[in-house]
């Protein structure tokens, strides 16, 4: 069973970037025609879709909240999948999940939780003021 893991979190100032990164852990796994998601789960708040990005041809889609500070990126050899968190500010602060095996539908990711089927154990990222 191939389950994703997450690094990258930590602490930072408002104003400041992190980079998140998401990569399979056991057998080897093949990213292509998949989909891989960003989950956040703020304080006191659900589980929700940050980002979400199509391995085969990159396409990806933002959470309106993120759009334009957030960019995901692939490694070359594409079993990697990275998060970048720019000019991040509290309300960004949570635990991060990375999930895979997402349902691809027309070349598009589905957003939903259900449509994941491994997890990751989230990496933590908090925004002080």
């Known amino acids: 069973l191939v389950r994703p893991v997450e690094s990258g979190g930590g602490s930072v100032q408002a104003g400041g970037s992190l980079r998140l990164a998401c990569a399979g852990s056991?057998?080897?796994?093949?990213?292509?025609?998949?989909?891989v998601g960003w989950f956040r789960r703020g304080p006191g708040a659900e589980r929700e879709a940050i980002a979400t990005?199509?391995?085969?041809?990159?396409?990806?889609y933002y959470t309106d909240s993120v759009k334009g500070r957030f960019r995901l990126s692939l490694d070359n050899s594409k079993t990697t999948v990275f998060l970048l968190l720019h000019a991040v500010d509290p309300e960004v602060t949570g635990l991060y999940y990375c999930?895979?095996?997402?349902?691809?539908?027309?070349?598009?990711?589905?957003?939903?939780?259900?449509?994941?089927?491994?997890w990751g154990q989230g990496t933590q990222v908090a925004v002080s003021p």
């Open positions: 990005i199509y391995i085969n041809d990159g396409h990806t």
């Open positions: 056991g057998s080897a796994y093949d990213w292509n025609y998949s989909c």
């Open positions: 999930a895979i095996d997402g349902v691809v539908v027309g070349g598009r990711c589905y957003t939903g939780e259900d449509d994941f089927s491994g």
